[in-house]
């Protein structure tokens, strides 16, 4: 039976729910002009012998009075098998729509085409971020932001000591709020790069991608406790203990095999978002003891405020899939929700960068001291 372009054909999820890779509804102009022949003629000679919708081969032996036996089958199957694992080796896969990949591969139903299908070699998912899919901008966003911190933190760490009034603990506190984020990014990047490996490397990188998410909102904190509350170091303390307490119940909790899975996309959010909120209260203790003039000036709350509406937009637009759900099919690979919560991720940072070094300033230019009208 020849494959019918454009439709379900007898390959189609229903009738062969494991051969993914076989000539379906996938949409050819996505592979580039001058590829679709040899798509065609590798679609007709990959197309598997599936019982009752035999290929065409199989039809020429029909025809000479054969039958296939099942061994044979299984032995073409094989080989088809082994053929197709050289193509993913050698990077000449094509995307395929949602309905057709495998139930660990599914997890926004409002991206309708352009997936990468499940490729079992570390080296295709590698080339695969030079290739146009549904992950390419989830990739190439946290890769760049993460050769963006690595960057800034360098320059941080090099900085002449003569900045800083306490070099050592100040270094070791933005030290830190650095690796939180080349820790998030990282993990992030790698994640959206290779979970289409397999469901157990899926689902590992997933709670490395989740505990980042943790890490680099615990790092935030620690940072803005230490220059916020550098003349209370009680108040300091008990924070730091608190925020670390809740990061670390949060790692946990991402280790739950399930906790990843598109069921729980809005326990995800909500785990998140509430351990972002919980700033909220040392937040209100600075802006009750300093005032909200002063809070808002010197003390930077605008842009941590800021941050935390980045963060906030960011995980509300991921939990509700907007805009995809309202035109499922148009941002299946660019502007899709969890591209724009990438970018919001990025961007929250590097506010609350830019906002850690106003206060680093600020105390540097106070030459440390807590005696006088300055902050808490
Ligand atoms: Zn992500």
């Known amino acids: 039976m020849k494959p019918v372009r454009g439709s379900a054909g007898p390959c189609s999820s229903a009738a062969v729910p494991s051969m993914w890779w076989c000539c379906t509804t996938v949409s050819m102009s996505e592979l580039g002009p001058g590829q679709e ?20 081969e199989e039809e020429e032996e029909e025809g000479e009075g054969r039958v296939l036996t099942l061994p044979l089958q299984a032995y073409r199957a094989m080989e088809r098998m082994e053929e ?4 993913v080796w050698e990077g000449r896969w094509r995307v395929i729509p949602h309905d057709v990949l495998p139930d660990w591969l599914k997890d926004n139903d409002y991206l309708l085409h352009g997936h990468r299908p499940p490729m079992p070699s570390f080296r295709a998912c590698f080339r695969s971020i030079f290739r146009i899919h ?34 050592l603990q100040e270094k070791v506190v933005l030290g830190m709020f650095f690796l939180s984020t080349l820790l998030c990014l990282g993990f992030s990047w790698l994640f959206h790069t290779v979970y289409c490996h397999s469901e157990k490397v899926s689902q590992t990188f997933s709670k490395l991608d989740y505990s980042g998410i943790a890490i680099l909102i615990m790092g935030s904190f620690v940072s803005w406790l230490y220059y916020s509350f550098y003349c209370s170091p009680q108040s300091r303390l008990i924070y730091l203990s608190i925020i670390c307490v809740l990061g670390i119940s949060a790692i946990i909790v991402a280790q739950w095999d399930r906790f990843g899975t598109p069921k729980h996309r809005q326990t995800r959010a909500g785990v998140f978002l509430g351990l972002g909120l919980s700033g909220v209260v040392p937040t209100m203790h600075f802006t009750i003891s300093e005032g909200f003039v002063k809070a808002t000036t010197v003390g930077q709350i605008g842009w941590f405020f800021l941050m935390a509406v980045m963060y906030i937009t960011g995980a509300g637009l991921f939990a509700a899939r907007i805009p995809e759900r309202f035109c499922p099919g148009k941002f299946d690979i660019w502007f899709q929700s969890h591209q724009i919560f990438h970018v919001l991720v990025v961007a929250a940072a590097f506010v609350h960068f830019y906002g850690v070094s106003n206060l680093q300033e600020f105390r540097y230019s106070l030459q440390g001291s807590c005696t006088d009208d300055s902050l808490l």
Not at 43 to 56: D, F, H, N, Q
């Open 37 to 56: 022949e040899e798509e065609e003629r590798e679609c007709k000679a990959s197309m598997p012998s599936a019982p009752g919708g035999g290929g065409r």
């Open 84 to 87: 197709f694992v050289h193509k």
């Open 134 to 167: 549904t992950e390419t901008g989830n990739i190439w966003i946290h890769l760049l932001g993460f050769v963006l911190f690595l960057c800034l933190g360098i320059l941080t760490m090099l900085r002449p000591n003569m900045y800083f009034m306490d070099p």
